[in-house]
């Protein structure tokens, strides 16, 4: 079977969706060999995909001008003709190129199967189309599985829940939290309560507001605590003065970082005390994701404190991590209040449960299970 991935990314990427795509890549390219291709739209790093057989498109200027699915569109069956009599599977996550995809075997009867990864509902004609015409469709949480079977009629047959992963041998490095501090200029003498990750997805706050509103209650109560926040863009700004405006200074109290690069993230996060992930209650966070960060979080060992949503009750339980009712700003200082007079006692056991756990959740046995479930 040969196993096309086809993207319209680019790389190098700060976007988390492009860098769960190329761990993907990387481990289905481990498995399959040459029996796989990345298709990307373009790189400036070559070094990125060391190791997988990707193809490059080369349309940066064609994504300037918007054409990029215009291009993708023509390319697309010639592309395909050249892989008539053998047994191909073309894998997505965007819903256009996946309708594409749809559109030229239906003409050309052209005998490709399609595999597509569903991380949303578009609440559009794309859901019905590509849900009806895919041959296997991977949902990333059982909310979004149970929303295809019951609203379009899916066979469960056609469905396996693929839930997002980790790279652990990323996160196998020393315990020595002092040292990374120093090299992250982080302070060595205070409990450090930390978030890494977007500050924002498709337009939705995460809820960093939230976690600086409860960090400012509880640095009134006790002044041996630091806020750290890493992962913002051209907003960190503004979140730098919404710490300011909630009573807190900067460099002594919290710090707020944009993007940090993803070799440094394991470094960052076993720098903290405590690791916070305050996503608010939407449907988009209560049934359709199945973040990247609580698998980081569970990775690095430390005592998780997380809202308490649907999707992340799939992965972890009261026996991993500790919960808080979403959006409750009291509830939530709280909570990091109890682990903080914990840190000695119970709450590394959760820590070391999470980890544990997250041995389930790897990249490379995601990739396992999709291809075998294709098979």
């Not at 990345?38 to 057989?53: C, D, K, M, Q, Y």
């Not at 191909?88 to 005998?111: C, E, G, H, P």
């Amino acid at each position: 079977m040969k196993l096309i991935y086809l993207t319209s990314l680019f790389y190098p990427s700060t976007v988390a969706n492009n860098r769960q795509t190329l761990s993907m890549a990387k481990e289905l390219s481990d498995l399959l060999g040459r029996d796989f291709t990345f298709v990307i739209s373009h790189t400036r790093n070559r070094n990125l995909l060391e190791g997988i057989n990707y193809y490059e498109m080369k349309v940066n200027v064609l994504r300037k001008l918007h054409l990029v699915s215009s291009y993708y569109f023509l390319w697309l069956p010639l592309f395909a003709l050249k892989l008539r009599g053998e047994s191909t599977v073309f894998y997505f996550k965007d819903s256009i190129l996946a309708s594409i995809a749809i559109f030229w075997r239906k003409l050309l009867r052209f005998n490709y199967k399609i595999a597509f990864e569903s991380h949303l509902i578009y609440s559009s004609w794309h859901d019905s189309h590509i849900f009806k015409n895919a041959d296997f469709i991977l949902p990333i949480t059982h909310g979004l599985r149970n929303i295809i079977i019951q609203k379009f009629k899916i066979p469960e047959n056609k469905i396996l829940v693929v839930p997002d992963g980790v790279d652990l041998k990323l996160f196998d490095i020393p315990e020595e939290k002092e040292r990374y501090r120093k090299e992250l200029n982080l302070p060595a003498d205070k409990k450090i309560i930390g978030y890494v990750g977007t500050f924002s997805t498709m337009g939705f706050g995460k809820g960093v507001k939230d976690l600086i509103l409860a960090f400012a209650a509880v640095k009134k109560e006790r002044k041996d605590v630091f806020l750290t926040l890493a992962g913002g863009r051209g907003e960190t700004g503004l979140y730098i003065k919404f710490a300011v405006d909630s009573g807190l200074v900067g460099g002594e109290d919290f710090i707020i970082e944009k993007y940090i690069d993803y070799p440094l993230v394991p470094k960052y996060l076993k720098s903290c005390d405590i690791l916070v992930s305050p996503f608010p209650l939407t449907k988009h966070f209560a049934y359709y994701m199945s973040p990247l960060k609580i698998f980081e979080y569970m990775a690095s060992k430390r005592p998780i404190i997380t809202s308490d949503l649907p999707s992340i009750r799939e992965v972890i339980t009261e026996k991993e991590a500790v919960f808080f009712e979403p959006g409750n700003i009291k509830k939530l200082s709280e909570k990091i209040a109890l682990v903080l007079n914990n840190l000695g006692g119970y709450r590394p056991l959760l820590a070391e449960a999470a980890f544990e756990k997250v041995k389930n959740y790897t990249w490379h046995s995601r990739a396992k299970n999709i291809l075998e479930f294709m098979k």
